[in-house]
């Protein structure tokens, strides 16, 4: 009673007073009232609003959807991943679940929830900023459909102005269509985080199943993503991701959407999340080349339009270059071929847990690798890998690094010799040389640190000797080396420097790869291509690239050098790690960089080309004795056993015309004559016209031992028949009905 009584007296006592705050009072609000009218009035003049009439033919942007070469969906491709569904196609579940947390009164109010207003405007008076918004899923349409009309910003004047705009267009989208109309629109729009936009997108990233399929707790999963959709993403926050699951089913739980018992059970359901495979997320590195590809030739239309993309792509034969390159890269740091000095992806990783993220540099700090499988026959690349974690590192080793090849480039050199009229028994000196260059001299060496003196082209290119592929790279000259690198289809600078016959050249790796389609073809080159045809929507081939086929080498130059690269890995530095484990007839090449940061292997059958490159991006030594034999020659034979597995094996190499045959001495590669020992006698092919004429001029019946050829054991026994050196008895070995007593 005290109060009124002491406002009376107030009054009566101060009656200008009074009479001054209640004229203020009443201008204020007669103010305000007039501003917000006017707000309202002239926030949209001039089509500063969109026109919700648009909606009518309004279609989201969706993606280009990819496939692989068996029509198996891949990825889609797009600024915004996104694949309609009609409303009736949503389950309920779903359609509860967004309601119930982003906007429990949709189907009641009109496009504004005046009951969430005065809430959301108190606690952002006391937070001192925008800590709690009103927007309704009308609202969230509105600034998701028209976001070049609508912005996004939040605070001062312009955020005033833009929430006038959403209540406007908001009401007008209301006045125009049904509520189920707006569901439908707003669930296909909505980001939902990992480049998913709408619920059918991001219930195949996330789950690998389509939006019909959901349970309830991966519809509650979904349902909590419209929040924070980096925040809890599922793929890198699951523990936050359940939190908020759980949160959404208590909502639906409490507003009687479903049971105590099916929110307890889908309380404790665990996070399944779908494989790679399932949900989009395979081969990212060969999806993001063909995206750049599309980019070029396509533009705008590529993320707009829904194309879809017909590839190359063997899902399986990629999953097995994955697997295969990953083992052997962790085999590697895990120390199986000695002491690996570096950090390792797993230590590297686990730092990145505890909040120390090393990947931020922007070279990848461990060790790196890339695969590239080919189908010789047309150029399909079969299965492409650019990296260990795309995540991590987005940058394409395979297609986008320039790394040296090192003794994988001299098979070039030697088509180029047996080109300009050499053949594999063409002696060349395996010794020292010491060439000038700018500044120091340069002394190349073999990588034992040996030297075997003459010896045959196919010995030196088998056991990758340094000093002979020098030596005939610079007996050819260098133009004619760098213009079969060419023709072979290597695009990057190559210069006329001697050390480029042994690998020293920076090039891509997909296109050194590419490269040996050459001899798996028997001299026809096919140019790596990923895209088979590109159609719209309603099935119209907009583009169908066709592949490209250049002759390099005879068939016969061709069928020589392949028979030279089987002995690679039938007796040569892939004898081990290669040979010993894949026994279907291929070729290939080892290579190793002088200074062991770069580590290849090469190799094909007649119908598949498959390559290895390892190092860091960074180029340093992988570790010590560092060998492509050994390091990357596991990963190929891996991948070409599980792949030949799977499918037929191919036959072997015909031998074409134009190829001869002598029996030689592969010490001298002159013609074997009858005093030549057993152990140096080979049948070697040569073209017509390049076979050897000249008997060897070494052994004879005075001199039967092999004056330079260490490998070679001393004494070794002369050919059957052959004459013996005076004084020396025959030995018989064989029982003689002729003999005489």
Not at 30 to 50: D, I, K, N, T
Not at 81 to 92: C, M, N, Q, S, Y
Not at 148 to 153: A, Q, T, V
Not at 471 to 498: H, Q
Request: glycine content about 8%.
């Amino acid at each position: 009673m005290k109060n009124p009584s002491r406002l009376r007296r107030f009054t009566e006592n101060n009656p200008k007073l009074v009479r001054g705050i209640l004229f203020a009072t009443t201008f204020l609000v007669a103010f305000g009232g007039g501003a917000a009218y006017a707000s309202w009035a002239l926030v949209c003049r001039e089509g500063r609003c969109p026109p919700v009439q648009i909606l009518d033919s309004y279609t989201p942007r969706q993606t280009s959807k990819v496939y692989a070469a068996d029509g198996r969906f891949v990825a889609e491709v797009g600024l915004e991943r996104r694949t309609l569904v009609k409303i009736g196609e949503i389950p309920k579940l779903v359609r509860d679940a967004f309601v119930l947390v982003e906007d429990k009164r949709f189907y009641r109010h009109s496009g504004i929830d005046w009951i969430r207003v005065p809430g959301a405007a108190l606690r952002n008076l006391r937070a001192g900023s925008t800590q709690q918004g009103f927007s309704t899923i009308t609202m969230q349409l509105a600034r998701n459909v028209f976001p070049e009309r609508i912005s996004r910003e939040r605070r001062g004047l312009e955020g005033l102005v833009r929430k006038l705009k959403e209540v406007k267009v908001a009401r007008a989208i209301e006045t125009r269509y049904s509520k189920d109309k707006i569901l439908e629109l707003y669930l296909n729009q909505i980001n939902l985080g990992n480049g998913a936009y709408g619920v059918e997108t991001a219930s195949q990233r996330y789950f690998g199943k389509s939006v019909d399929d959901l349970n309830l707790a991966e519809a509650a999963t979904l349902a909590a993503l419209p929040k924070a959709p980096a925040r809890y993403n599922p793929r890198r926050f699951p523990e936050r991701a359940i939190q908020r699951r759980n949160t959404v089913i208590e909502v639906m739980r409490l507003n009687g959407a479903i049971s105590d018992a099916d929110a307890s059970l889908a309380k404790a359901y665990p996070l399944r999340l779908g494989s790679k495979a399932e949900s989009g997320e395979v081969a990212p590195y060969f999806i993001e080349w063909v995206r750049q590809q599309l980019d070029e030739k396509f533009g705008a239309r590529l993320y707009e339009q829904g194309l879809r993309v017909y590839t190359t792509l063997d899902l399986d034969m990629q999953s097995a270059a994955e697997r295969a390159l990953e083992n052997q890269l962790r085999a590697i740091e895990g120390g199986k071929y000695g002491r690996f000095p570096h950090r390792t992806l797993e230590q590297l990783s686990a730092r990145a847990a505890n909040g120390d993220d090393p990947s931020a540099a922007a070279n990848s700090p461990y060790l790196q690798g890339a695969f590239v499988a080919i189908d010789p026959r047309d150029g399909s690349v079969r299965a492409l890998v650019g990296g260990r974690q795309f995540d991590d590192s987005k940058f394409n080793r395979a297609t986008q690094a320039l790394r040296q090849p090192g003794s994988t480039f001299k098979p070039i050199v030697y088509a180029a010799a047996l080109q300009n009229g050499r053949s594999p028994a063409t002696v060349i000196d395996d010794a020292p040389i010491t060439l000038p260059q700018v500044g120091d001299a340069w002394s190349p060496q073999n990588y034992d640190g040996k030297f075997e003196g003459p010896i045959t082209l196919r010995r030196a290119l088998y056991m990758s000797r340094n000093l002979p592929a020098i030596r005939m790279g610079m007996e050819l000259g260098e133009p004619t080396v760098i213009d079969m690198a060419k023709r072979f289809g290597l695009s990057s600078t190559i210069p006329p420097y001697p050390s480029i016959h042994i690998g020293s050249a920076d090039v891509f790796p997909i296109e050194m790869i590419a490269s040996y389609t050459t001899f798996a073809n028997l001299g026809v080159r096919t140019s790596a291509n990923a895209i088979r045809r590109v159609e719209n929507q309603q099935g119209e081939v907009l583009w169908e690239p066709q592949p490209e086929r250049t002759q390099v080498l005879s068939s016969p130059e061709a069928w020589i050098m392949v028979n030279m690269m089987k002995d690679v890995v039938i007796r040569g530095t892939a004898a081990g790690s290669v040979g010993s484990r894949f026994r279907v007839p291929s070729g290939g090449k080892t290579g190793t960089t002088n200074d062991g940061a770069d580590v290849w292997f090469i190799g094909y059958t007649a119908d598949l080309v498959a390559g290895v490159w390892m190092g860091f991006d960074k180029p340093q030594k992988i570790k010590s004795n560092a060998q492509g034999g050994e390091l990357a020659g596991p990963a190929y034979a891996s991948f070409m056993t599980e792949v030949y597995r799977r499918k037929p094996q191919p036959p072997d190499w015909p031998r074409p015309e134009g190829i001869t045959t002598r029996d030689i001495d592969r010490t001298t590669g002159q013609l074997a004559n009858p005093y030549c020992p057993l152990e140096v006698v080979a049948t070697e092919y040569f073209l017509f016209g390049t076979e050897p004429i000249e008997e060897c001029t070494v052994h004879s019946p005075f001199n039967m031992a092999q004056p330079f050829d260490s490998t070679l054991r001393p004494g070794a026994p002369a050919r059957p028949g052959a004459p013996l050196p005076p004084g020396k008895a025959p030995r018989d070995t064989t029982p003689n009905p002729f003999k005489i007593p």
